[in-house]
């Protein structure tokens, strides 16, 4: 086990499985201590098992990114037990099924229940441990954005995704780039780097699996994989803040 971050302290939400599974394998078999957030304890529990069946010091944490008490309840958890949070990744997401009508016949009610995890979800998550990643010497911020997302590929007919226009989940995810670059602005004078990821079309349920990259690759730098979510949260001290990547680099907003 590579030990570069060991005493690092990292929480990843929605962990228990996917992408956010396999960013907390990477970033604990590099020797951070991993705070599996989900919603159900017993599905966390036993990722944090798994995880520490391979040595990686791994904790389970309930986390419910649109209930508030247990946002806080963490935020209490980890002051109480590390006083610090060096890495927070903010991955948990979803897709409505709603969502996959034209964008004209989306449900109020669809955009409402996608924003509330995907919007207000990382946002509130995030406001609730700044205090602590402002105590750490080397703060970051990740949060798990998308392709489709950004509005230039959007607007594009040759985009390779251009059929794909969820309306909520689509603009969930451009939401989330533009709190990426307000907070990374208004961090800029403190040790915190704030930016977005897009893992690429990776299979996870959130897609029923059609995805045609793994995990492993949405999660990591391998071969070209350069700005995947493990480093951007392992960014050195003049490493970029306020930006959006995937794995050939910048995302155009």
Do not use: C
Not at 73 to 84: A, P
Not at 154 to 164: A, G, H, R
């Amino acid at each position: 086990m590579s030990e570069d971050l060991k005493g690092k302290v990292a929480l990843i939400t929605g962990a228990n499985k996917g992408i956010g599974y396999e960013i907390a394998r990477q970033l604990g078999s590099r020797g951070a201590t991993v705070l599996i957030a989900s919603r159900d304890i017993g599905r966390g529990e036993e990722a944090a098992n798994k995880l520490r069946l391979n040595q990686i010091d791994a904790r389970s944490v309930q986390l419910d990114v649109i209930d508030q008490k247990t946002i806080n309840s963490t935020s209490e958890q980890i002051e109480s037990e590390f006083g610090k949070l060096d890495i927070l990744v903010n991955n948990a997401g979803i897709i409505s099924e709603g969502d996959r009508l034209p964008p004209s016949q989306v449900d109020i009610e669809t955009l409402r229940h996608t924003y509330e995890t995907n919007v207000f979800g990382v946002f509130a998550v995030t406001k609730a441990l700044l205090p602590l990643l402002k105590k750490s010497k080397a703060g970051r911020i990740v949060n798990l954005s998308s392709g489709l997302g950004s509005l230039t590929q959007n607007s594009d007919p040759n985009y390779e995704f251009t059929d794909f226009k969820y309306l909520a989940y689509n603009s969930s995810k451009t939401a989330v780039n533009a709190i990426t670059v307000l907070l990374a602005a208004d961090l800029k004078d403190t040790a915190i780097k704030v930016n977005a990821a897009d893992p690429g079309f990776t299979a996870t349920d959130i897609n029923q699996y059609q995805g045609y990259r793994t995990v492993e690759q949405a999660a990591i730098p391998t071969g070209g994989y350069a700005y995947a979510p493990v480093r951007l949260a392992t960014l050195p001290d003049d490493g970029s803040s306020g930006g959006f990547f995937d794995e050939n680099g910048v995302v155009p907003w």
